[in-house]
């Protein structure tokens, strides 16, 4: 039974996601929600994490929680035109989702400025203590 609830939560967002992707490129979506409307996107299509999913609960928390919030908030701030135009191109599409690389690598490059930040942050403080 919560297979197939998940199963069909699971293709409503893609399906949402989708709408989302495709009201971002529409040239009547206002910039700065246009903006937003990317960042949900490469974000969730995005292969790496914010908040890896190896960390446990809080790994999950930005997959079960961040993304279906961004998609959200896209969709209740779209004019009804872009978004009823949205969804008929992502109804009409049954291609993978893309995959976005450069949100990818800003991930990285993030977790990595936040690793060398810790590191600085230990020397330091292990400086002091000697």
Known sequence: MWKGVWRQWA????????TVYYAARDRETPWGLRLLAL????????????????????????DLLLVPLGLWLVLRLLPPAV????????????????????VAGLIVLLWLLALGALGVWLLRGMAGTV
Request: overall charge positive; proline content about 8%; aromatic content about 6%.
């Open 39 to 62: 960042a949900v996107a490469a974000y969730a299509l995005s292969p790496i994490d914010l908040i890896p999913d190896f960390i446990p609960v809080l790994g999950w928390l930005d």
């Open 83 to 102: 978004l009823q135009r949205a969804r008929g191109r992502a109804a009409q599409q049954r291609l993978r989702l893309p995959r976005n690389l450069l």
């Open 11 to 18: 293709a409503a967002l893609r399906s949402e996601l989708l």
